[in-house]
């Protein structure tokens, strides 16, 4: 790969504590020297370095995104985008649009909020019907927990009143509203229609998308063994490196046992780390389990989405298998749930994760920093949930998204996307972590204020942080001599821009040891 200098910019080796330097030299995919412009510059010329000019443009560390869906990333970006749409005729003219120009068997979309729609409700299947009476149409909402599909999707499905999670309207019959198990359901019988070269079609899309934001390293979560198998086969096309989290389906989590995979197998580009479980539900299908009911609805409580004692098992054979576990964990009750079972497994060296942990209590918080539990948290979910004070009351909603409060516990945080739920887009994450809806005037900004990080407390979380929750932080999340030469540039400094500015800050260039993939 030869050896490259990068001089002539602002260069950040860390953050917390932050550390710059005047150059850095990369050879075989690894960075050689970082320091004095100077000592760089020397040392480029004695090796007969190439020479990259930043021109004034700033190096960051690459981004790592601890947990996204790059299956559905690469679904998304071949489907009807919903997000922002603001009433049911929008997306009724959206959807009717789009059939036009999709020959797909399927229809598929997702990212519609019924609390962003002028009626007031949620979609249903007459909806959809008056647009598309042939063909199946499922419409994810943005937080891929409940989706609406039509009529002919329904029969397609073998769902009826008495199929669960099938939602109801007044007259008993299915509304075409489905949720979790059901939605499940629906999925993969969609996914069971397409091949491997379809799979390495979406996950090459998926990948070519993060690595054009910046992200460099991906946490993979709810994968599952066909999308494994094309990734298998992607490996060396990859533009960033990926770390595996698969479902438990079909025997994987034996089949892994009996053949010895634990987490780390692999290679740099790609490795298996662990197994992802998703315990419960989302706040904005009203499907997290709280440990009270939600105040916009007194008669529920949420759902799990497994029973206490088929977690307790599940974990204890992930950890005997040396997999990390990550699991799912949105509302309070599930969280105390995860921390039984974390509990129950005893110490551990694993760094077992909790994945969003949106509503934590400061007692869990504690018990997260006691046991030595990580977790992994989607910033940008604070500016799309804006209406979580009137879900789960004002006194709770202090507790949403505690990023500072879980910092200064010293539990170990990394950030994600949940992408395609948000935008895979660092530099959104970053505004978000920084402003929580401060300029978009939101109400949970003022009930949670003291909840922001700093700009360089978020790059730190998005670099060093996410790496030591996969525990690749030997490798991966910071420039210093020996790791990986795993970076970024970007046209402005996210540390002296303006935070209203944040999320418009662009990335010129994405490298992946060095090389530059986009």
């Known amino acids: 790969m030869g050896v490259k200098a990068f001089l002539n910019g602002h260069i ?18 690894r960075v050689l020297s970082a320091g004095r412009e100077d000592k760089v510059k020397d040392l480029a010329e004695r090796l007969g370095a190439e020479v990259i000019d930043l021109k004034g443009r700033t190096l960051l560390p690459g981004f790592i995104d601890s947990h996204a869906h790059l299956d559905e990333v ?30 797909s068997p399927w229809i ?11 009626e007031h409700r949620w979609p249903t299947r007459y909806d959809l019907d008056a647009v598309e ?6 419409l994810s909402r943005v937080c891929l927990h409940a989706a609406v599909i039509n009529t002919p999707a329904l029969k397609e499905l073998g769902l009826d009143p008495s199929s669960p999670n099938v939602l109801k309207g007044k007259d008993g019959s299915p509304s075409g509203v489905i949720v979790e198990e059901a939605l499940n359901i629906a999925k993969e019988k969609f996914r069971r229609s397409l091949t491997i070269e379809d799979w390495k079609g979406y996950l090459r899309a998926g990948a070519f998308h993060a690595a054009s934001r910046g992200v460099t390293t991906l946490g993979f979560v709810s994968c599952g063994a066909r999308e494994l198998t094309a990734l298998i086969e ?26 010895g995979i634990r987490r780390g197998f692999g290679s740099d580009l790609l490795k298996i ?16 389990r709280l440990s009270s009911p939600y105040e916009d609805d007194p008669e529920t409580f949420g759902q799990y989405n497994v029973k206490r004692d088929e977690l307790l098992s599940l974990a204890a054979e992930a950890n005997e298998a040396k997999l990390q576990l990550a699991i799912h964990g ?26 969003h942990a949106s509503l934590s209590r400061p007692d869990q918080i504690e018990r997260m920093a006691r046991m030595g539990v990580a977790v992994t948290v989607q910033p940008h979910f604070v500016l799309t949930d804006w209406w979580l004070p009137e879900r789960v009351g004002h006194q709770r909603a202090k507790w949403i998204y505690p990023f500072r409060s879980i910092m200064k516990a010293e ?63 030997k490798l991966l999340g910071s420039l210093e001599e020996g790791k990986i030469a795993d970076f970024v540039v970007v046209e402005d400094d996210p540390l002296t821009v303006d935070e209203r500015n944040l999320r418009t800050v662009g990335t010129a260039e994405t490298r992946l040891g060095g090389r530059r993939v986009l």
């Open 12 to 29: 950040y080796i860390s953050f917390c504590p932050k550390k710059e330097t005047g150059g850095l030299l990369v050879a075989e995919g």
């Open 74 to 103: 690469g679904l998304s970006l071949r489907s009807l985008d919903l997000r922002g749409t603001k009433s049911l005729e929008e997306l009724k003219g959206k959807l009717d649009t789009f059939a036009r120009n999709d020959e």
């Open 108 to 118: 598929l979309g997702y990212g519609w909020d019924q609390e962003l729609f002028e």
């Open 133 to 138: 009476k042939k063909r199946p149409v499922m």
């Open 234 to 259: 992607l490996e060396e096309e990859l533009p960033l490196r990926v770390r595996v989290y698969l479902n438990p389906e079909r025997d994987v989590l034996k089949a892994l046992k009996d053949l």
């Open 273 to 288: 780390q662990g197994i992802k479980i998703l315990a419960d539900g989302s706040l904005g299908a009203r499907t997290a």
């Open 330 to 355: 949105i509302g309070d009750a599930t969280i105390d749930m995860i921390l039984d079972a974390y509990e129950a497994l005893g110490p551990s060296d694993l760094r077992h994760r909790i994945e």
């Open 411 to 473: 539990v170990p945080v990394g950030f994600g996307t949940d992408s395609p739920v948000e935008p895979i887009d660092p530099f959104e994450t970053l505004y978000a972590a920084v402003t929580r809806g401060k300029f978009e005037a939101h109400s949970v900004y003022e009930m949670s204020k003291e909840e922001a990080l700093t700009v360089e407390e978020s790059l730190y979380c998005y670099t060093f942080g996410s790496a030591y929750v996969m525990g690749e932080e």
